[in-house]
């Protein structure tokens, strides 16, 4: 069962696009969204919201068609961002009865729970909270009225470490109903890597690479080799760059196997070391094929 879907979607100003966007989240994974400060991960959020109207494409939530019939969507979305803005002279505990009030589905134990986990106060105000503070507020105000889809766009950005794992773990918990499922927009590739089921890699508008996590981190490796002088490395299927210096090549491949490593050795050249790479690593070979090509 899909939460939501986007098919070729589209939207142009005058100095940005989103291009040819499609997007499927299942019911109950969390999607990390990642990309670079404007790349369109916030543009395709406000897409996916309702907020803003595509030039082109479809968009559906839990079945309802975007926008027109996002009224019926939004009882279902559950949003947080770095930035939210909550009211500044208000307590905790009158935003909370407010959201009470709107949303049947609101859980005041689970809310309670969330007070305590978080270490805030329900009579404190706004105003007075620390930016920590406001988003762990913000995400309490959200997860306590159980939405299927939750929206989280840069929600860790400048929060401490402690505060952060404080919000990672309560994101973890909220996926223990199967039925929830997480979009998790951020350019914080070690956020993501922690929590997410699936990655998509967005850049300049476009969608360069989306697959489940474990398949990224398992297929994409950094194969460092000997050349000899007078030895051309072979073409190998899955190379996505090189990088020769003297004697020493640098191959990072998104289609690891032993045969590889195998090719290599028969060409002439030694391989000296086979390694595993990180989420950012392999985020950030992405985005430079993805410009080669562009360049090409």
């Given at each position: 069962?899909?939460?939501?879907?986007?098919?070729?979607?589209e939207?142009?100003?005058?100095?940005f696009?989103?291009?040819?966007?499609?997007m499927?989240?299942?019911v109950?994974?969390?999607m990390?969204?990642?990309?670079?400060?404007?790349?369109?991960?916030?543009?395709?959020i406000r897409?996916?919201?309702?907020?803003?109207?595509?030039?082109?494409?479809?968009?559906?939530?839990?079945?309802?068609?975007?926008?027109?019939e996002?009224?019926?969507?939004k009882?279902?979305?559950?949003?947080?961002?770095?930035?939210?803005?909550?009211y500044?002279?208000?307590?905790?505990?009158?935003?909370?009865g407010?959201i009470?009030?709107?949303?049947?589905?609101?859980d005041?134990?689970y809310?309670?729970?969330?007070?305590?986990?978080?270490?805030?106060k329900s009579?404190?105000?706004?105003?007075?909270?620390?930016?920590?503070?406001?988003?762990?507020a913000?995400?309490?105000?959200?997860?306590?009225?159980?939405?299927?889809?939750l929206?989280?766009?840069?929600?860790?950005?400048?929060?401490?470490?402690?505060?952060?794992?404080?919000?990672?773990a309560?994101?973890?918990?909220?996926?223990?109903?199967?039925?929830?499922?997480?979009?998790?927009?951020s350019?914080?590739?070690q956020?993501?890597?922690?929590?997410?089921?699936?990655?998509?890699?967005?850049?300049?508008?476009?969608?360069?690479a989306?697959r489940?996590?474990?398949?990224?981190l398992?297929?994409?490796r950094?194969?460092r080799?000997?050349?000899?002088d007078?030895?051309?490395?072979?073409?190998?299927?899955?190379?996505?760059?090189?990088?020769?210096?003297?004697?020493?090549?640098?191959?990072?491949?998104?289609?690891?196997?032993?045969?590889?490593?195998?090719?290599?050795?028969?060409?002439?050249?030694?391989?000296?070391?086979?390694e595993?790479m990180?989420l950012?690593?392999?985020?950030?070979?992405?985005?430079?094929?993805?410009?080669g090509?562009?360049?090409?």
């Amino acid at each position: 069962m899909t939460a939501a879907i986007l098919k070729g979607v589209e939207k142009h100003y005058p100095h940005f696009s989103l291009q040819g966007i499609d997007m499927s989240l299942p019911v109950g994974e969390i999607m990390g969204l990642i990309g670079p400060n404007g790349a369109g991960k916030s543009t395709t959020i406000r897409i996916l919201m309702g907020l803003v109207h595509q030039d082109a494409g479809d968009v559906r939530v839990f079945g309802h068609t975007m926008p027109d019939e996002q009224v019926k969507a939004k009882t279902q979305i559950g949003y947080v961002s770095e930035d939210m803005r909550l009211y500044g002279h208000a307590s905790l505990g009158w935003h909370m009865g407010f959201i009470a009030s709107i949303y049947p589905g609101w859980d005041q134990r689970y809310a309670e729970e969330l007070l305590r986990r978080f270490d805030l106060k329900s009579e404190q105000k706004i105003k007075g909270m620390s930016h920590g503070q406001r988003v762990k507020a913000s995400l309490l105000l959200v997860l306590a009225r159980a939405p299927r889809l939750l929206i989280l766009d840069e929600p860790t950005t400048g929060l401490d470490p402690v505060a952060r794992q404080e919000v990672l773990a309560a994101l973890m918990d909220a996926l223990r109903d199967e039925e929830r499922t997480i979009l998790f927009s951020s350019h914080n590739t070690q956020d993501v890597e922690q929590l997410s089921d699936s990655i998509t890699f967005i850049d300049r508008g476009q969608v360069i690479a989306s697959r489940d996590k474990e398949s990224f981190l398992d297929s994409w490796r950094r194969i460092r080799l000997e050349v000899p002088d007078g030895i051309k490395l072979p073409v190998v299927a899955g190379v996505e760059t090189v990088r020769a210096s003297g004697h020493i090549s640098v191959v990072t491949t998104s289609n690891y196997s032993d045969d590889n490593a195998k090719a290599y050795e028969a060409g002439g050249a030694r391989v000296t070391a086979v390694e595993h790479m990180t989420l950012e690593e392999i985020f950030l070979s992405n985005v430079s094929a993805s410009r080669g090509r562009e360049l090409q």
